[in-house]
């Protein structure tokens, strides 16, 4: 009896609203071998990292005092949800952070994990698992300094419940960075029609404009679940050199940083009461796994 | 790279087939293998804390190159508004020497392997679904092995590195031999200026070393120049000076035609044509500083590949008549370098195409043109023909009497 009924203390979200989608998950599944083929499927995904490595990098640097020269990121602890074939885990890694990798593909992980064998200083730094962002809240609470979401959320079956999760395993004021899609009829236009259809740059069917997300509405969901959103930056690919570059507009795909409150508010000047903490269990709690 | 703050994390391994080479103070002597290095150059040597040393051995700064042609009066002379050093002559050994020090200083992340030579590469696949390792092997003929990320050839003209990753490469030999010898002049004088006179068989130059000593290069024919190594040290002297001083492939009709255009700049520029200087005669040769090898032109089709760049000969070779072959090099280097570094900094495996390709892309649109250019020029100087000779005269009275060409040259 005991063993079906296991009470944790902090376990507030019922585990039956799960972020990820089946349908999305196959559709990657066809493509794990082609990840680390630079000019393939994933051509686009790599040369993104030439402004999403930089832009994570000085964003973390600015926030912090120390700098190791040669390791800008050693001491990090990040976690690279949706890590894929290991794209982005890798040069994080190789900055000297030691990530964790999770994706609930599991032809993925193996990928990323044979990838990352052959280089000494990657294999310690990184360790992938094949797992949902849920399957690993309960074990890593508040455990990371960052969570990289990137080209993720336009994927997740139920955002809120994913920023949630992504709370609960960030450390306060750690940071969290998502990169996604924009829901306009250019992204429509260009981003499915032209990127999928007509000039593939992205596998067909890779994308539904459905869960295309707004800026707007990522903005909203974050500050009502406790992050403040610091940046956001809109991204502009260029199909014909094969190369990103940031834009004022956010009409396209986007960048967001945000950081979780701390777990002690500064005290404030009026004498109001702080916000009430999250992570305080909540009464559904109780539903076994 | 080894002093690059964004490599600090890395290893890196240097295969020498010469010797160490570190000197506290020259031998009295000069080498005869110098080198014309460029303001550029030095700034690369000096960010890398070796500039230091090469000025602490010994250097010899110029402020002046008088060019002109045997078949006529044409000369070109370039120097600096602002009297600031064009260049500086420098033995090889002492750069050698300058940056086998400054390699000491980053003995934790670089190793050299002095003497030592790759006997077999081994290219990873494209496949990236394979078992094998994704990285570069070497095998060393000591028997060794060291896998790399990145492999750079920096191995001359006949480089291995580019022979066994199979990239073309795009050569011709010249007809010409390079003669080097380290020469006494008749008498101390500033010699801050560098001399190179354009002779039927080949430009000859002066570069200078010390107020007493200049190195000479002189491209001639394979013919010509076993002769002038064979011959005695008084016969070599004297070839020397008469080629620098003789005016025997003058042909009265160029010299008029030279004359007139020169009149008609100095009405339309007046301050356009320079005063002539004349060299200095040599004295003397210093017994075995002759020596001699062949020249050519190549340029690689690709300088890099997946894992593999090409810096320096080993991507192009060049005419010495322009003294760049060196400073094209360590241009190479410079851009290599930056891209590299800037990789690093985002944390991108180091062999990756995407940066090696924007410093080939760079480095080409720089080199080729000044490949060709020195080429067409090695061509242009190598006849008597009147029509060509009255083309080049006028060509280089013009260049010499307008600055912004000059100033690009």
Redesign the interface.
């Known amino acids: 009896q005991l063993s079906l009924c296991r009470v944790t203390v902090k376990r507030p979200f019922s585990s039956s609203h799960s972020s990820v989608d089946s349908k999305e998950m196959k559709k990657f599944q066809l493509l794990a071998?082609k990840w680390?083929?630079?000019e393939g499927e994933y051509a686009a995904l790599?040369?993104m990292?030439?402004i999403r490595?930089?832009f994570i990098?000085d964003t973390l640097l600015s926030m912090s005092s120390n700098y190791h020269?040669?390791?800008?990121l050693s001491g990090i602890k990040i976690l690279d949800v949706g890590c894929g074939g290991g794209l982005l885990s890798?040069?994080?890694?190789?900055?000297?952070a030691s990530v964790t990798g999770i994706d609930p593909v599991e032809d993925n992980i193996r990928?990323a994990d044979?990838?990352k064998s052959?280089d000494p200083?990657l294999a310690k730094r990184i360790q992938y698992k094949s797992s949902s962002l849920e399957e690993i809240v309960e074990e890593s609470m508040e455990t990371f300094d960052v969570i990289v979401a990137s080209e993720v959320v336009e994927h997740v079956a139920d955002l809120e419940t994913f920023i949630k999760c992504c709370s609960q395993v960030l450390k306060p004021e750690g940071s969290l960075f998502i990169t996604t899609i924009n829901k306009t009829q250019l992204s429509y236009v260009l981003g499915i029609v032209v990127a999928e259809k007509i000039m593939g740059i992205v596998p067909e069917g890779t994308h539904e404009w459905e869960k295309f997300v707004p800026p707007e509405e990522l903005e909203r969901l974050l500050e009502s679940n406790g992050f403040s959103v610091k940046t956001v930056k809109g991204m502009l690919y260029n199909p014909l050199s094969g190369s990103w570059r940031w834009m004022e507009s956010t009409s396209l795909n986007y960048a967001v940083h945000a950081l979780k409150a701390g777990a002690r508010p500064p005290p404030p000047a009026t004498g109001t009461l702080p916000q009430t903490d999250i992570q305080q269990p909540s009464a559904t709690a109780g539903t076994a796994p | 790279l080894g002093h690059d703050i964004h490599f600090l994390d890395k290893k890196i391994a240097l295969l020498e087939a010469g010797p160490r080479k570190e000197y506290d103070h020259m031998p009295d002597s000069y080498s005869n293998r110098v080198s014309s290095i460029s303001p550029g150059s030095a700034t690369l040597l000096r960010s890398c804390g070796a500039w230091d040393h090469v000025c602490s051995l010994r250097l010899k700064a110029f402020r002046r190159m008088q060019v002109w042609d045997a078949c006529s009066e044409a000369m070109i002379v370039f120097e600096k508004d602002d009297l600031d050093d064009m260049g500086y002559i420098v033995e090889n050994d002492v750069i050698m020497s300058a940056l086998t020090k400054q390699l000491d200083a980053v003995a934790d992340r670089v190793e050299v392997f002095y003497r030592s030579r790759a006997v077999r590469y081994t290219w990873p696949l494209p496949s990236h679904s394979s078992d094998t390792s994704p990285w570069v092997q070497v095998e060393l003929a000591d028997g060794r092995r060291l896998q790399t990320k990145l492999l750079i050839g920096a191995d001359g003209h006949n480089s291995v590195v580019r022979k066994e990753a199979e990239i073309k490469n795009i050569e011709h030999q010249y007809d010409q031999s390079a003669v080097v010898a380290t020469l006494h002049l008749s008498e101390a004088t500033d010699n801050n200026v560098a001399w190179q006179r354009f002779l039927p068989t080949g430009p000859i130059a002066l570069l200078p070393l010390s107020d007493t000593a200049s190195s000479l290069v002189w491209s001639t024919s394979h013919d010509h120049a076993s002769e002038l190594l064979s011959m005695d040290e008084e016969s070599f002297v004297d070839s020397i000076n008469s080629a620098f001083w003789s005016n025997i492939n003058h042909s009265d009709f160029i010299d008029t035609a030279g004359a007139m255009f020169r009149s008609a700049l100095s009405f339309l520029k007046p301050s356009g044509t320079a005063v002539r200087q004349l060299p200095p005669s040599v004295a003397a040769v210093d017994a075995g500083s002759r020596a001699a090898f062949p020249l050519g032109v190549g340029h690689a089709t690709e300088y890099v590949q997946h894992r593999v760049a090409l810096i320096g000969d080993a991507a192009h070779r060049v005419h010495p008549l322009a003294g760049q072959g060196v400073n094209l090099g360590f241009g190479d280097v410079a851009c290599l370098a930056h891209h590299l570094s800037a990789a690093a900094f985002n944390g991108s495996d180091l062999g990756s195409l995407q940066h090696l390709l924007k410093f080939e892309t760079e480095r080409q649109r720089h080199n080729v043109s000044l490949i060709a250019a020195t080429d067409v020029l090695k061509r242009l100087y190598s006849t008597t023909l009147a029509p060509l000779v009255l083309l080049r005269t006028w060509g280089l009275q013009a260049t010499n009497a307008l600055p912004p060409i000059k100033v690009r040259i």
Request: cysteine-free; glycine content about 12%.
């Open positions: 071998h680390w083929d630079e790599h040369s990292n030439d490595v930089p990098r020269l040669g390791n800008p890798e040069p994080l890694g190789r900055l000297g990928t044979q990838h052959f200083v």
